[in-house]
């Protein structure tokens, strides 16, 4: 069993900066691939960012080079650094994990979710 539990969400302009993290319970943390999804308010969940335990990583194309996913398997805890925000990108943010990676990044292989984090960027 894991717990998730994110953190770091908030009010930004556009432009601005926010970094999430994902706290995880329990020692499998590190096999498990983790990622992180969003929610907009009429939409569907929809796929961010997602990295193995080995580091690789993916992100969704409305996102690329602009946000950052990483982890620390010592602290139990993924990030994701999210730069450059649009107020497109206001959601509430989710932690998953799961396994393999690729299964994560289709949403199908999911296995835990957080409870999310509203993220809100005004224009």
């Known amino acids: 069993q894991v717990q998730l539990v994110e953190s770091g969400g908030g009010l930004v302009q556009a432009g601005g900066s926010l970094r999430l993290s994902c706290a995880a319970s329990?020692?499998?943390?590190?096999?498990?691939?983790m990622g992180w999804f969003r929610q907009a308010p009429g939409k569907e969940r929809e796929f961010v960012a997602a990295?193995?335990?080995?580091?690789?990583?993916y992100y969704a194309d409305s996102v690329k080079g602009r946000f950052s996913i990483s982890r620390d398997n010592t602290k139990n805890t993924v990030y994701l650094q999210m730069n450059s925000l649009k107020p497109e990108d206001t959601a509430v943010y989710y932690c998953?994990?799961?396994?393999?990676?690729?299964?994560?990044?289709?949403?199908?292989?999911?296995?835990?979710w957080g409870k999310g984090t509203q993220v809100t960027v005004s224009s």
């Open positions: 998953a994990a799961g396994t393999p990676l690729s299964t994560v990044v289709a949403g199908f292989g999911v296995a835990y």
């Open positions: 329990g020692r499998t943390f590190a096999s498990y691939a």
């Open positions: 990295i193995s335990w080995s580091g690789n990583i």
